[in-house]
């Protein structure tokens, strides 16, 4: 696993958040009674900075529509609001957090899905490709049947 440091101790105080980035992409990282917890910064129900949000314990509310997340481990605990509607939100990308000394570090997102990502665009692309080679040819054949083109 690759850690990337993020910041120093000093710079997070007991039961305060900030924003880091790692691997191109922001993070929230927390400090939750002296332990540090990181999950993706971007509300998974419309993109709300939960930065800007309040925290609770170990819980994060989205400032946008009330969505809330476990600090610890991603998982989304209450739905966003709008008016008097519930929306269900996904969870959390969570990731691992060390303390070196004062330094805090947080695991670099894992290449590993990157690339199946890349591979299952490849197999879809594939797929049309053969789906469309197999339409064309068999309208060909089709063709090549009718009356109008009697067989020899
Ligand atoms: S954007 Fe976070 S609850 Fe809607």
């Known amino acids: 696993m690759e850690y990337v440091r993020v910041a120093d101790k000093s710079e997070l105080p007991t039961n305060k958040m900030i924003i880091v980035v790692v691997g191109g992409k922001e993070v929230l ?14 509300c998974t129900h419309a993109g709300g900075s939960l930065a800007k949000g309040s925290i609770d314990g170990s819980i994060v509310t989205c ?8 600090l610890m481990t991603g998982k989304a605990v209450r ?4 008016g008097f509607i519930k929306i269900k939100v ?24 990157m690339v199946r990502s890349a591979y299952i665009d490849q197999i879809d692309l594939c797929t049309r490709i053969v ?6 040819v068999g309208i060909n054949t089709a063709q090549n049947r009718s009356p109008s083109h009697p067989a020899q």
């Open 79 to 82: 739905e966003a609001k709008i």
């Open 29 to 42: 990282l927390a400090n939750v009674e002296g332990s540090y917890y990181a999950i993706a910064n971007t």
């Open 131 to 136: 789906f469309k080679l197999y339409v064309r």
């Open 90 to 113: 996904k969870d959390e990308a969570s990731y691992t957090v060390k303390v070196e000394g004062t330094d805090i570090l947080v695991e670099y997102p894992k290449k590993k899905m």
């Open 63 to 70: 400032p946008r529509h009330g969505a809330r997340f476990n």
